[in-house]
């Protein structure tokens, strides 16, 4: 095994990055979160969230308003149960998203807002959930497209870079 990885070392997935402060200004010239859409809303949550916790797009499914616990510039997910890329008998996941002095850019003021905006349209308690009807949980997949889209929008080659790279 060592000599097959002498052979095909690893190399990186992306030879270069995007800059992120594109997509950042690009969530910065989106209006207030009071005027955008339910979709406008859920891409720019969960592409703030992507881009301060460097998550995968799978963690956010497993965000839930159960295990948050949330204060004036604090919001702390907890997730126990054992996710794909964790051990066996790894502690839990830990996710702290801390307030931002730019309101157009604080993910903690749009994870409110999102969940207010959300809460008479929630079946359970999954913190996303699908902007069409019925508002079921938002899957893997949908979380991904939503991110793709705020890349897209922000001028990120979608080609070359995929919504994990956040």
Request: proline share 5%; hydrophobic share 35%; aromatic share 6%.
């Amino acid at each position: 095994m060592k000599g097959i990885a002498r052979q095909l070392p690893r190399v990186p997935k992306y030879e270069s990055i995007w800059d992120p402060e594109t997509v950042l200004t690009f969530l910065r010239k989106l209006s207030t979160a009071r005027a955008l859409n339910l979709l406008q809303l859920s891409v720019k949550t969960v592409t703030l969230i992507m881009l301060v916790t460097g998550q995968r797009p799978q963690i956010l499914q497993h965000l839930t308003l159960d295990n948050m616990q949330q204060t004036k510039n604090l919001i702390t997910f907890s997730i126990a149960q054992n996710l794909k890329h964790s051990r066996g008998n790894s502690p839990a996941t830990v996710i702290k998203l801390k307030a931002h002095p730019d309101k157009r850019l604080c993910v903690v003021h749009y994870v409110a807002h999102y969940i207010h905006r959300t809460e008479k349209l929630r079946t359970d308690n999954q913190l996303f959930i699908s902007t069409t009807k019925p508002h079921q949980k938002a899957t893997t997949n949908t979380m991904s497209r939503w991110v793709k889209l705020a890349l897209q929008k922000s001028g990120v080659d979608t080609t070359v870079f995929a919504p994990g790279s956040t």
